[in-house]
């Protein structure tokens, strides 16, 4: 049975700092998409990571994937008030499926 | 930019009655997926459509049903709504094939809340 795991599930951070939020898996799978959530919001899509050694940026956000270690990070540098949100990583079953992290409620304080 | 929607919004209504939550897309995708999410809590799949009259269970058990008559439209039915059903909905799609490789879309999700 896939299981997603991130860690940590809450993080409090002052601005400017940088910070990891990880998001380990248990099975074989291609494909990790990291989504954002406002409270009270739906999701919006942030990246997809498609293979082995995949790295994607925007804006202060940069997510990397690395199947082998069935691990991905998502790398928070400087960080400011309107990044505070819930970041969820999921994973494709390769039944296009989705499976989801438990979520990392981050919250940015000046 | 996605063009998924789901009404209502917020739907509180007394146990027993039935509900049904809409969803539509206007982006033509065959995908289409139902989610359960507590308060802060990770998102549990419990049905999707690969397309016309497909629908299959998700992981999470759920009381609900749900019909896909036209590709754009996936709504969501409780018969017999109870308090344990409260919880938010959220449907989204995804086109097969399409880049970039099949990403989900979310709709702003309908929370429900059943006295």
């Known amino acids: 049975e896939l299981k997603v795991e991130q860690n940590p599930l809450f993080l409090s951070m002052q601005e400017e700092k940088n910070y990891t939020i990880y998001c380990n898996y248990s099975?074989?799978?291609?494909?990790l998409y990291w989504y954002r959530q406002d409270p009270g919001k739906s999701l919006e899509s942030l990246f997809v990571?498609?293979?082995?050694?995949a790295v994607k940026q925007e804006g202060r956000l940069m997510a990397s994937l690395d199947t082998k270690a069935r691990l991905s990070t998502l790398h928070i540098t400087a960080a400011v008030h309107d990044l505070s949100a819930t970041y969820f990583c999921?994973?494709?079953?390769?039944?296009?499926?989705?499976?989801f992290g438990t979520g990392t409620r981050l919250q940015v304080f000046p | 930019e996605a063009d998924i929607y789901q009404t209502p919004r917020y739907l509180v209504i007394g146990t027993g009655k039935k509900i049904t939550l809409e969803c539509s897309q206007t982006?033509?995708?065959?995908?289409m997926y139902w989610y359960q999410q507590d308060p802060g809590m990770e998102l549990h799949l419990i049905h999707y459509s690969y397309g016309v009259n497909s629908t299959e269970k998700g992981d999470l058990s759920s009381e609900s049903t749900v019909s896909r008559i036209r590709t754009e439209h996936f709504p969501l039915t409780l018969e017999s709504a109870r308090p344990s059903h409260t919880s938010q909905y959220l449907c989204?799609?995804?086109?097969?094939?399409?880049?970039?490789?099949?990403?989900?879309?979310f709709g702003p999700g309908t929370r429900l809340t059943v006295l």
């Open positions: 982006m033509g995708h065959d995908k």
């Open positions: 990571l498609l293979s082995n050694g």
């Open positions: 999921a994973v494709d079953k390769n039944t296009d499926k989705l499976i």
């Open positions: 099975t074989t799978s291609d494909r």
């Open positions: 989204a799609s995804s086109d097969r094939g399409g880049p970039p490789a099949d990403t989900q879309y």
